[in-house]
């Protein structure tokens, strides 16, 4: 790849996914990139037709990315609580 | 912010090479996975986010904390035969999200990059809830 394409590479190359040009995602459960671009203009901001703001957008993306942290922080706070455990464990048998 | 960009290149490059991407070693019989490796096991599949990754490059697209979003990209210049790299940082602020690129290149996202940078946090949020954390990313709850 050449240094070029690689300036501005992004989220544009995001049309290459290639389990969704069978339309949906590879959970099989999961919903095609077009339901979600919908989604994201239509449903979660408003149901309205006209183009999201930047602001609006960026509220969006916001809200999935505290998601995301929440999920890692809840995952590393039960980790603590059952080493917690192992240690009084530990404790105990010796 | 440079403290940003080591605090990523941290994650990504790592204090102990030990620790594998896939499979994170268990040191002890109920050591759980730290921050830094769950971050790891999620940028595994961030990366495969924008499609293949071609031979011989590197990809890296995780988020980093409740505001910022990482892109980093290693790859060969077929010209020089050279190692080259670039890291992009996304923050996400009230009024849009800045894009920040080594050299001091800072602008706000728009249009189309905007709209997939966006859809990529989704379906990020969405393959890590289930894959890594097990949980529907529509509820929260535990997948059984």
């Known amino acids: 790849m050449s240094e070029q394409n690689n ?24 919903v095609a990139r077009r339901d979600v671009a919908n989604a994201l203009t239509e449903t979660a901001l408003g149901n309205t037709s006209e183009t999201p703001s930047n602001a609006e957008i960026a509220k969006w993306a916001l809200q999935y990315t505290e998601a995301v942290v929440r999920l890692r922080t809840d995952e590393v706070g039960a980790n603590l609580f059952s080493e917690s455990l192992s240690r009084d464990d530990y404790t105990l048998i010796g | 912010m440079p403290n940003v960009f080591k605090k990523a290149l941290d994650l990504l490059v790592g204090t102990d090479a030990s620790i594998s991407l896939s499979m994170p070693k268990k040191l002890r019989p109920f050591k759980q996975l730290s921050e830094r490796e769950l ?20 990809r890296e697209f ?9 892109w980093y990209e290693e790859w060969v ?11 992009t940082r996304y923050e ?27 859809v990529a946090i989704q379906m990020y949020y969405e ?18």
């Open chain 1, 7 to 30: 300036t501005y590479f992004i989220p544009e190359t995001l049309v290459d996914i290639p389990h969704e040009r069978e339309g949906r995602t590879s959970y099989g459960e999961g």
């Open chain 2, 39 to 58: 971050i790891q096991l999620e940028s595994e599949i961030g990366a495969k986010l924008f499609g293949t990754i071609p031979a011989g490059n590197r």
């Open chain 2, 92 to 118: 996400i602020h009230d009024n849009g999200i800045l894009k920040a690129q080594e050299g001091a290149h800072y602008s706000f996202l728009e249009g189309e990059e905007l709209r997939n940078l966006t």
């Open chain 2, 62 to 70: 995780f988020c980093l904390d409740r505001s910022t979003w990482i």
């Open chain 2, 127 to 144: 393959q890590v809830a289930r894959k890594i954390y097990k949980r529907d990313p529509r509820t929260g709850q535990k997948l059984v």
């Open chain 2, 77 to 87: 210049d077929l010209e020089t035969g050279k190692q080259k790299s670039a890291t």
